[in-house]
């Protein structure tokens, strides 16, 4: 199963793991960031992180600091994810596999703005937003699937949401702090393009 962990924030901390346990899970094989240095350099601490994704970098005025639920946080700067968002450098393929993605995040408002939380607009626009048609304080994860939504996800409040793919199910499975919320049947959904996967951002929409 392909796993993806992303300590990431709004205070934010994201992770695609292969687990929806909160505690002694497996480290993730793909991404995994703690958000604990300085600076712009971000280590992937993943077991079997793809060609090229050895680190990351934080983009624009996006900083690492605060406190999250796996370490430090990704802090979003509400500015435009053309500029601003951490580049991963990892080309989506989550395509044929069992996945999780699994995020921490806190202070997030309700607003008029959407705030896209990751994304790949090259993987047949694959990523999660909260506002529009989300609605107020929930995620929807979106792009060529059914879109899960996870509803009381996105508050000032901190929680963690975790969306789980099971290709011997299929379907997507929506967790709210460990709880299952929502399951929605997915054929096989095809998530792959050339990147770069952005973590606080999508495209060049607000992170």
């Known amino acids: 199963m392909k796993k993806i962990s992303t300590p990431l924030a709004i205070l934010l901390s994201a992770v695609l793991v292969n687990t929806i346990s909160l505690f002694a899970q497996p480290i993730p094989e793909l991404l995994y960031y703690k958000f604990d240095g300085t600076g712009t350099s971000v280590p992937n601490l993943a077991s079997t992180p793809p060609p090229g994704t ?6 624009g005025g996006i900083t690492q600091g605060s406190t999250g639920q796996c370490g430090g946080a990704l802090i979003g700067s509400g500015i ?4 601003d968002y951490l580049n991963t450098s990892y ?3 989550l395509t044929g596999s069992s996945w999780t993605i699994s995020m921490w995040t806190s202070n997030i408002t309700p607003s008029a703005t959407l705030f896209y939380i990751f994304g790949d ?7 999660c937003f909260t506002n529009g048609v989300a609605g107020a304080n929930n995620w929807i994860l979106r792009g060529a699937l059914t879109d899960v939504y996870v509803n009381g996800g996105a508050t000032v409040a901190p929680h963690i949401t975790t969306f789980v793919h099971d290709t011997s199910t299929g379907d997507i499975k929506g967790y709210l702090d460990g709880v299952l919320v929502s399951t929605v ?8 393009g050339a990147g770069p996967f952005k973590v606080m951002g999508y495209n060049s929409n607000v992170g």
């Open 54 to 59: 050895a680190t990351a970098t934080v983009m």
């Open 91 to 93: 080309a989506t393929n």
């Open 80 to 83: 435009t994810s053309t500029t």
């Open 121 to 127: 607009g090259t993987a047949s626009s694959f990523r």
């Open 185 to 192: 049947v997915q054929a096989g959904p095809t998530i792959a």
